[in-house]
C-alpha cells in the first residue's frame, strides 16, 4: 500500500506531464472589420461645346410651303338694273348687267345666262352676252365662253321680254359661271322687272295719211279712206278696221301690251303704208293718237331719161 506522500507524488507528476503533453491552443484572430463604402452618384457625361471655329452641324432643307389655291381663283360678281321707263307685256325691256371679278385669278371659260324664277314669263336674248353666251353660232352647245381678268368688269345690256304678268312683277334669274370659281353663291342675282299689268287699258287709235310734200307729218288733204288695219298683239287674235273718211281708225279701248298695225300687203290706193312694229298700250294718251304714214312707191316718183350726147 502506498503511502499518502508518494500518492501525491504521482498525483502530482500526472498532472505536471498531462500538461507538458498537451497540445498548445492559438487564440483565434479577431474577426476582419469591412468598411462598407457608398458608391457616387451617377452623372451624365457632358456633352463637350463646340467651339466656334467648328462648323455647325447641317440642317434639315425647309420644305416649301403650299401654293394658297384660294388666293389664286376668280371670284366673280353679279348685279344688274333695268333701264328707267315703263314697260309692258310683250315689249324689249334693256337690262344692264355688270359682272367684276374680284378674285386675284384670271377668270376662264366664263358663260352668262337667264332663267324665270317661278311664277313668272320672262326671257332674254342670247345675244346681249356677246361671246359668253353659252348659244353661239356653228359651235357645239356650249361655247367655251369668254375670260375675264382679275379685278376687271364686263357689261351687258340683255333685252328681256315679258310674255305675261301676274299678280306680281315678273322675276329674272341673272347667272354667270366658270370652272374655277372661288365663292359661286355670288354668282347670281335676282331682278324684279316692272311691268305694266294687263288690268291697266288705254285707247288705240289713230290716223293713215299719205305725206305727198315727204314732211313726216299729217298736213290736211293727205287722210287715206277705206284702208284696212290689222292689229296684232302680243298674245290673241288678231283685229282689223278700217279708216274713216278722215282716214281715221280705233280698235277702242286695249290691255296693256305691245301690238304692231300693218295694212294688207302693205300697199292702198297706190301708197306703201309702213309697217308699225310697236305701238304701246300702257294707260297713257300716246296710244290713242297714232299717225302711220304712207308714201308713194319709187315708180311714182322716179323717173328715167336718157339721150345720146353725140352722134356714133
Same mark, same amino acid.
Given at each position: 500500500? #502506498?503511502s499518502?506522500?508518494t500518492?501525491? #507524488?504521482?498525483?502530482?507528476?500526472?498532472?505536471?506531464?498531462?500538461?507538458?503533453?498537451?497540445?498548445?491552443f492559438?487564440?483565434?484572430?479577431?474577426?476582419?472589420t469591412?468598411?462598407?463604402e457608398?458608391?457616387?452618384?451617377?452623372?451624365?457625361?457632358?456633352?463637350?461645346?463646340?467651339?466656334?471655329?467648328?462648323?455647325?452641324?447641317p440642317?434639315?432643307?425647309?420644305?416649301p410651303?403650299?401654293?394658297?389655291?384660294k388666293?389664286?381663283?376668280?371670284?366673280l360678281?353679279?348685279?344688274?338694273?333695268?333701264e328707267?321707263?315703263?314697260? &309692258?307685256?310683250g315689249?324689249?325691256?334693256p337690262?344692264? &348687267?355688270?359682272?367684276?371679278?374680284?378674285?386675284?385669278?384670271?377668270a376662264?371659260?366664263?358663260?352668262g345666262?337667264?332663267?324665270?324664277?317661278?311664277?313668272?314669263?320672262?326671257?332674254?336674248?342670247?345675244?346681249?352676252?356677246?361671246?359668253f353666251?353659252p348659244?353661239?353660232?356653228?359651235?357645239?352647245?356650249?361655247a367655251?365662253?369668254?375670260?375675264?381678268e382679275?379685278g376687271?368688269?364686263?357689261?351687258?345690256? *340683255?333685252q328681256?321680254?315679258?310674255?305675261? !304678268?301676274d299678280?306680281?312683277?315678273?322675276?329674272? !334669274?341673272?347667272? &354667270?359661271?366658270?370652272?374655277?370659281e372661288?365663292?359661286p353663291?355670288?354668282?347670281?342675282?335676282? *331682278?324684279?322687272?316692272?311691268?305694266?299689268?294687263?288690268?291697266?287699258?288705254?285707247?288705240?287709235?289713230? &290716223?293713215?295719211?299719205?305725206?305727198a310734200?315727204?314732211?313726216?307729218?299729217?298736213?290736211?288733204?293727205?287722210?287715206?279712206?277705206?284702208?284696212?288695219?290689222?292689229?296684232?298683239?302680243?298674245?290673241?287674235?288678231?283685229?282689223?278696221v278700217?279708216?274713216?273718211s278722215?282716214?281715221?281708225?280705233?280698235?277702242?279701248?286695249?290691255?296693256?301690251?305691245?301690238?304692231?298695225?300693218?295694212?294688207?300687203?302693205?300697199?292702198?290706193q297706190?301708197?306703201?303704208?309702213?309697217?308699225?312694229?310697236?305701238?304701246?298700250?300702257?294707260?297713257?294718251a300716246?296710244?290713242?293718237?297714232?299717225?302711220? !304714214?304712207a308714201?308713194?312707191? #319709187?315708180?311714182?316718183?322716179?323717173?328715167?331719161?336718157?339721150?345720146?350726147?353725140?352722134?356714133?
Amino acid at each position: 500500500m #502506498l503511502s499518502t506522500a508518494t500518492a501525491f #507524488l504521482i498525483v502530482s507528476g500526472l498532472i505536471v506531464g498531462g500538461l507538458a503533453a498537451a497540445p498548445a491552443f492559438a487564440e483565434p484572430d479577431p474577426p476582419a472589420t469591412t468598411t462598407s463604402e457608398t458608391p457616387p452618384p451617377a452623372t451624365t457625361p457632358e456633352v463637350p461645346t463646340p467651339s466656334s471655329s467648328e462648323a455647325p452641324a447641317p440642317s434639315e432643307p425647309a420644305v416649301p410651303a403650299a401654293p394658297d389655291v384660294k388666293a389664286a381663283q376668280p371670284d366673280l360678281t353679279v348685279t344688274a338694273t333695268v333701264e328707267p321707263g315703263t314697260y &309692258v307685256i310683250g315689249q324689249e325691256i334693256p337690262i344692264n &348687267v355688270t359682272v367684276t371679278n374680284k378674285g386675284a385669278g384670271v377668270a376662264t371659260n366664263v358663260l352668262g345666262d337667264t332663267s324665270a324664277l317661278a311664277g313668272s314669263d320672262i326671257s332674254t336674248q342670247p345675244g346681249g352676252w356677246r361671246k359668253f353666251t353659252p348659244f353661239q353660232p356653228d359651235v357645239p352647245y356650249p361655247a367655251p365662253g369668254g375670260t375675264i381678268e382679275a379685278g376687271a368688269t364686263e357689261k351687258f345690256v *340683255l333685252q328681256a321680254t315679258a310674255r305675261k !304678268r301676274d299678280a306680281t312683277d315678273p322675276q329674272l !334669274r341673272i347667272y &354667270v359661271r366658270n370652272p374655277d370659281e372661288l365663292t359661286p353663291a355670288d354668282n347670281e342675282f335676282v *331682278l324684279t322687272v316692272p311691268v305694266v299689268p294687263a288690268s291697266v287699258t288705254g285707247t288705240l287709235a289713230g &290716223v293713215v295719211y299719205g305725206d305727198a310734200n315727204d314732211n313726216n307729218a299729217s298736213d290736211p288733204g293727205e287722210e287715206l279712206q277705206d284702208i284696212e288695219i290689222t292689229l296684232y298683239p302680243n298674245n290673241g287674235t288678231t283685229r282689223s278696221v278700217s279708216t274713216d273718211s278722215h282716214g281715221r281708225f280705233d280698235f277702242g279701248v286695249m290691255p296693256a301690251m305691245q301690238y304692231s298695225l300693218s295694212t294688207r300687203f302693205g300697199e292702198a290706193q297706190g301708197w306703201i303704208v309702213e309697217y308699225v312694229n310697236s305701238v304701246i298700250v300702257d294707260g297713257t294718251a300716246t296710244s290713242a293718237n297714232l299717225a302711220i !304714214r304712207a308714201e308713194r312707191p #319709187l315708180s311714182q316718183v322716179l323717173s328715167a331719161k336718157a339721150e345720146f350726147g353725140a352722134k356714133s
